[in-house]
């Protein structure tokens, strides 16, 4: 009730003889400005009510539907490198890690995509697109904080865990184009290894790791984000993760990676999830519907919020078991046949790529599971 009221009220009470005109004019006269401020402090507080009534409907109308399931969750501990497969997984602001239970509660836990591999001479980060043998080396954890690299033909490589002190040596590497990121180094040991693996000499590769606790964040505002954000603006720094490329979470649908391999010629052989190096697999939706998905639950905590599309390069076209290049460009070149953006800028910034796949964010994190439920948000009318 407004103070307006309020006087008329109390002074009727105390002199029920006043006449209501003249206790208006009364009030008109004396309460003039207060009653511009209560108007205004009406106004706004019936906009707040209307606004929060509408949030709350809004609310109340929008429920988790189940569309699918969770059938493949994997990392790539060492970026291009081999993937390895999980059960269940943590999804973090970083992306996916391992998950602590009572047989690793003080073990070393992998992350997606937290180990890099460098040229020391130039500090810029080795690709399977110049040097596909990265993609046969895996990064697995031994026992405790020791660490192990393997590779086909090669004398496999311990050493312990990355140090996460004041006094460990870091440096800053080109993760891409204008975007230098700082790291920590892993020591002589697996940076010699290295060499002999992708150089064949004892040097010039160093191996390095992504530690949120003791290095500054990635960021990349003012080069491919810039970039990508002038069409995509849902794309940000925040969403990056460790040493992903737009995003922290890749996805694809089951039923699209079929449909891909029901196109390829008689005389290819399918193509897997690897070759797509993606983190989530889901099935039980119809192909290529994941590009409409805007926001999913994984289970019951974890939700994940769309970023944009993604595009594909040369990279699917590497044999992830064996590091040899497809000779006819297989799947790229059928996913060019019918997987093409239709806006010029899209194909001008992504250099003519085809789509298969979708980045996401981190919205809640959670622990997810094989075989968990797929949720999307369904809007009653």
């Known amino acids: 009730m407004t103070a307006p009221v309020l006087n008329v009220l109390i002074w009727k009470i105390y002199d029920p003889t006043l006449n209501l005109n003249t206790v208006l004019k009364q009030?008109?006269?004396?309460?003039?400005?207060?009653?511009?401020?209560?108007?205004?402090?009406?106004?706004?507080?019936?906009?707040?009510?209307?606004?929060?009534?509408?949030?709350?409907?809004?609310?109340?109308?929008?429920t988790w539907k189940a569309v699918g399931r969770l059938d493949e969750i994997t990392i790539y501990p060492l970026k291009a490198g081999r993937a390895v497969s999980l059960e269940k997984a943590e999804c973090t602001e970083f992306g996916l890690r391992e998950v602590y239970d009572d047989d690793n509660a003080n073990r070393f836990?992998?992350?997606?995509?937290?180990?890099?591999?460098?040229e020391e001479e130039t500090k810029n980060r080795f690709s399977?697109?110049?040097?596909?043998?990265?993609?046969?080396?895996?990064?697995?954890?031994?026992?405790?904080?020791?660490?192990?690299?393997?590779?086909?033909?090669?004398?496999?490589?311990?050493?312990?865990?990355?140090?996460?002190?004041?006094?460990?040596?870091?440096?800053?590497?080109?993760?891409?184009?204008?975007?230098?990121?700082?790291?920590?180094?892993?020591?002589?040991?697996?940076?010699?290894?290295?060499?002999?693996?992708?150089?064949?000499?004892?040097?010039?590769?160093?191996?390095?790791?992504?530690?949120?606790?003791?290095?500054?964040?990635?960021?990349?505002?003012?080069?491919?984000?810039?970039?990508?954000?002038?069409?995509?603006?849902?794309?940000?720094?925040?969403n990056l993760g460790a040493y992903a490329f737009l995003s922290s979470f890749l996805l694809i649908n089951q039923a699209s990676l079929d449909d891909l391999n029901s196109r390829l010629p008689p005389d290819e052989q399918p193509v897997k999830s690897t070759n797509f190096r993606t983190n989530l697999v889901i099935s039980g939706i119809d192909p290529y519907e994941e590009d409409e998905l805007r926001g999913i639950r994984i289970g019951n905590d974890a939700i994940l919020k769309y970023i944009k599309f993604c595009t594909r390069c040369v990279v699917t076209t590497l044999n992830p078991d064996t590091g040899v290049f497809n000779p006819k460009c297989e799947p790229l070149e059928t996913l060019r046949s019918y997987r093409m953006p239709v806006d010029d800028k899209i194909n001008k910034l992504e250099n003519w790529s085809p789509i298969f796949g979708v980045y996401f964010g981190l919205q809640r994190p959670g622990i997810i599971r094989k075989g968990d439920i797929v949720y999307v948000k369904e809007k009653h009318k």
């Not at 209560?38 to 109340?60: D, E, K, M, N, P």
């Not at 836990?109 to 460098?118: G, N």
């Not at 992504?210 to 069409?231: F, L, P």
């Open 109 to 118: 836990l992998l992350r997606d995509r937290y180990f890099i591999v460098y």
């Open 128 to 238: 399977c697109k110049i040097n596909p043998i990265i993609t046969k080396i895996c990064l697995n954890v031994k026992q405790g904080n020791v660490l192990r690299l393997t590779c086909p033909d090669f004398t496999d490589c311990e050493f312990k865990s990355p140090s996460t002190t004041s006094n460990a040596v870091k440096s800053r590497v080109y993760i891409y184009i204008n975007n230098e990121s700082e790291t920590v180094d892993c020591g002589d040991v697996p940076a010699k290894w290295l060499s002999q693996v992708i150089l064949k000499k004892d040097s010039g590769v160093r191996l390095v790791y992504y530690d949120e606790q003791s290095i500054e964040r990635r960021h990349d505002d003012r080069g491919m984000v810039a970039m990508y954000k002038s069409i995509f603006p849902k794309i940000k720094s925040d």
């Open 27 to 62: 009030m008109y006269r004396i309460n003039l400005m207060n009653s511009v401020n209560v108007f205004a402090a009406v106004s706004l507080s019936l906009t707040g009510s209307i606004i929060a009534y509408c949030y709350v409907q809004r609310r109340r109308k929008a």
